[in-house]
């Protein structure tokens, strides 16, 4: 008698008939034998999994495949990355962030100049909220945010860096009901001085978070940015032109026009590639 979880098929000149297509099949701890048609069926996964015996080691199958994503996503991707943008180098390209594991990012596209109070205290008049840091408390927050629609008005942006360090501070506003859609800024100190009243030179970038979703690179959960950048860059500069803190804004290179880039998570952008410049007033 054929194994259990097996299947047998009747087939062109098979002694005692034709090709009929049409297979028998017994189910494991039966000794029945039932007819399954051969041609459009095929073994399920459930049935391959139970003739396999690895439903009996469901737990492990569920603790090896998470085991996988952690290892994929947080160590031989991102470790990948690395090696990929030490051979291709930056290729001149300056104004452009980059992730940790040195995956390019998004462009700069606006800069500040004025002290870090000043800086603060405009965005606070914009009724833009600083972003909390990332701690396993906001975490938990900005996910309890994403999935049960809960305001989370300063939940965490991952890092960004630019010419090797971290973003200093970053901004955020909102939108509708929870942490999903926010409109954000990242800034970075330049370390130079427009002027002698210690009216620093920063360095930021702004984008759209549209939708939560997974890193297209290293499969960690993250935001989708909005592909316009352009429309975000003018929709912070008018929101804080809108304060009367700042002066004109005028607009200069940097990255260049650009129709097809993508960030570090792998989202889609265009740009016409200019940095909105804006001095801020003196005095908060």
Not at 216 to 243: C, G, K, M, Q, W
Request: charged share 20%; proline share 5%.
């Amino acid at each position: 008698m054929a194994p259990a979880g097996s299947f047998w098929s009747r087939k062109a000149g098979d002694a005692g008939g034709s090709d009929t297509g049409l297979s028998i099949y017994r189910e494991p701890g039966l000794q029945s034998w039932s007819w399954a048609s051969q041609r459009p069926c095929r073994p399920d996964l459930r049935t391959i999994l139970t003739a396999t015996g690895m439903t009996k080691h469901r737990g492990l199958v569920v603790f090896l495949s998470g085991l996988l994503v952690v290892l994929l996503g947080y160590s031989l991707l991102p470790r990948a990355w690395q090696f990929h943008e030490r051979r291709v180098g930056s290729r001149g390209i300056v104004w452009v962030t980059h992730t940790k594991q040195g995956i390019p990012g998004d462009p700069i596209n606006i800069t500040l100049q004025g002290s870090q109070t000043e800086v603060a205290c405009l965005f606070h008049r914009a009724g833009w909220l600083p972003a909390s840091g990332i701690t396993a408390r906001s975490s938990m927050k900005i996910v309890d945010s994403v999935a049960f629609h809960r305001p989370d008005p300063s939940a965490p942006v991952s890092a960004l860096y630019f010419e090797g360090r971290r973003e200093d501070f970053a901004f955020e506003k909102e939108v509708g009901n929870s942490a999903k859609e926010r409109h954000h800024v990242r800034l970075w100190r330049s370390g130079a001085a427009s002027d002698t009243n210690d009216r620093t030179i920063w360095f930021a970038s702004a984008s759209f978070d549209r939708a939560a979703g997974v890193n297209h690179y290293t499969f960690r959960a993250t935001h989708h940015i909005d592909p316009n950048l352009d429309a975000e860059r003018d929709f912070l500069s008018n929101a804080l032109v809108a304060t009367g803190r700042t002066g004109q804004p005028t607009k200069v290179p940097g990255i260049g026009a650009t129709q097809s880039g993508h960030n570090g998570g792998g989202d889609r952008y265009f740009t016409d590639g200019k940095i909105t410049v804006l001095p801020l007033k003196l005095g908060c």
